[in-house]
């Protein structure tokens, strides 16, 4: 199966919050990212947090870290239309390649 | 901030021709560059880790004659579809550990449309 999994598509209101998951597999993880992608755009660099932490705050982002349960989650408060786009959750690792490892990514679609 | 320059945006070949995608660190130095692959609606993958100064590092099913790389200085690596087919179409993305060691900066990316 794959390394990093995501659900493929979110959709939300205007206002509300938002929730993408994502679940990995390498205990190893040392660093995990989400990254945004817009339509024939690079990635974007969101937040990141390091696997001793459980939760870390940026603005209008929260990420939250189960290292028991592998889970890693983003919440985006007040999504706006322009937060609509891709969301790629990526790991990278101690051990082996130093690249990273990308999720599937998550479609998120903000309703007005 | 980091910035990865990544050039050309789009390009458009015959098939046969080769094309030339180059990935350009502005402000700090890279050793390591990421080439990545990523097909319509779906993940990136890793195609190979591009090494300053030495020879490319090439994942599982990359063919390393068919896409050439080369990272002659600390600031630029050159990805070279050789021969391109049209199912070699796809966007195509570089990045770079960022400096201080935490994330890495991507391109943004190329569109490449071999026809």
């Known amino acids: 199966g794959e390394d990093v999994e995501q659900s493929l598509f979110l959709s939300v209101r205007e206002g509300d919050s938002s929730v993408i998951n994502c679940t990995y597999t390498?205990?190893?993880?040392?660093?995990l990212y989400w990254y945004k992608q817009e339509p024939g755009a690079g990635l974007q660099l969101l937040t990141y947090?390091?696997?001793?932490?459980d939760m870390k705050q940026d603005q209008r982002l929260t990420v939250l870290l189960n290292k028991k349960d592998k889970h890693l989650s983003l919440r985006i408060a007040d999504t706006q239309t322009g937060d609509s786009a891709i969301y790629f959750c990526?790991?990278?690792?101690?051990?082996?390649?130093?690249?990273?490892?990308f999720g599937s990514g998550t479609r998120l679609q903000v309703q007005p | 901030g980091a910035v990865v320059s990544q050039h050309p945006s789009r390009v458009i070949c015959k098939s046969g021709t080769s094309v030339k995608i180059e990935c350009r660190s502005l402000d700090f130095q890279a050793t390591t560059m990421f080439w990545y692959r990523q097909f319509p609606k779906q993940s990136l993958m890793l195609m190979a880790t591009?090494?300053?100064?030495?020879?490319?590092?090439?994942e599982q099913g990359v063919e390393k004659d068919k896409f050439l790389i080369n990272h002659a200085s600390l600031t630029l690596s050159t990805l070279t579809v050789t021969s391109a087919h049209p199912e070699d179409s796809s966007f195509y993305i570089c990045?770079?550990?960022?400096?201080?060691?935490?994330?890495?900066?991507f391109g943004s990316g190329t569109r490449l449309t071999v026809v």
């Open positions: 990526a790991e990278s690792r101690n051990t082996g390649r130093r690249a990273l490892t």
């Open positions: 390498d205990s190893s993880s040392t660093y």
């Open positions: 990045s770079a550990e960022s400096p201080g060691g935490y994330g890495y900066t």
């Open positions: 591009s090494n300053e100064g030495s020879k490319a590092t090439y």
């Open positions: 947090i390091f696997s001793n932490m």
